[in-house]
T-cell receptor
């Protein structure tokens, strides 16, 4: 029972363009959402988050959008850089427990 | 200085053996976790401890026993290892009330032969 779904396993974009990574969830009790970035042989690192009372949070090149009615969030990276190539995990918090999606591999082509 | 460090990075062992993975954080966090990333790449919580007390214990076989000697350390002991235990195990820590902004270790790749 996947409560957090990242249905696209991979995404490839050109350097300088926008990367849009999508995430869907099913549990209405989730009240906080986070994106983590993971390089090979390293642990995930926190990237950006959003509370369920907001619909947008921006941090530099990274923006997360939340559509509660659709139970959907997305991470926008603009402009994309080769160093952004990594696996991105969407995560949702309920009662201090994080549920992760299976990740999406982003490749940014020079 | 590594914020969350776990050892060993790689662990190859035979079925039936007992092994331990150690984790230490120097961030002053009060909550620590063990996550398992299986072959399907899902990161699933196994345990969480807050100030040395067990808070979350997901459906994990009794062969897995976490131990927290102090709030900076959370070790994972696994008895009678099975093939299905092969995975990457991540330790993490956070500050209570931080909406689970976790800081992860670099992972331990466990291979059970």
């Amino acid at each position: 029972d996947q409560q957090v779904k990242q249905n696209s396993p991979s995404l490839s974009v050109q350097e300088g363009r926008i990367s849009i990574l999508n995430c869907d969830y099913t549990n209405s009790m989730f009240d906080y959402f986070l994106w983590y970035k993971k390089y090979p042989a390293e642990g995930p690192t926190f990237l950006i988050s959003i509370s369920s009372i907001k619909d947008k949070n921006e941090d530099g090149r990274f923006t997360v959008f939340l559509n509660k009615s659709a139970k959907h969030l997305s991470l926008h990276i603009v402009p994309s850089q080769p160093g952004d190539s990594a696996v991105y995990f969407c995560a949702a918090n309920s009662w201090s427990k994080l549920t992760f999606g299976k990740g999406i591999t982003l490749s940014v082509r020079p | 200085d590594t914020a969350v460090s776990q050892t060993p990075k790689y662990l190859v062992t035979q079925m039936g053996n007992d092994k331990s993975i150690k984790c230490e954080q120097n961030l002053g966090h009060d909550t620590m976790y063990w996550y398992k990333q299986d072959s399907k790449k899902f990161l699933k919580i196994m345990f969480s401890y807050n100030n040395k007390e067990l808070i979350i214990n997901e459906t994990v076989p009794n062969r897995f026993s976490p131990k927290s000697p102090d709030k900076a350390h959370l070790n994972l002991h696994i008895n009678s290892l099975e093939l299905g235990d092969s995975a990457v195990y991540f330790c993490a820590s956070s500050l209570q009330g931080s909406n689970e902004k976790l800081f992860f270790g670099s992972g331990t790749q466990l291979s059970v032969l």
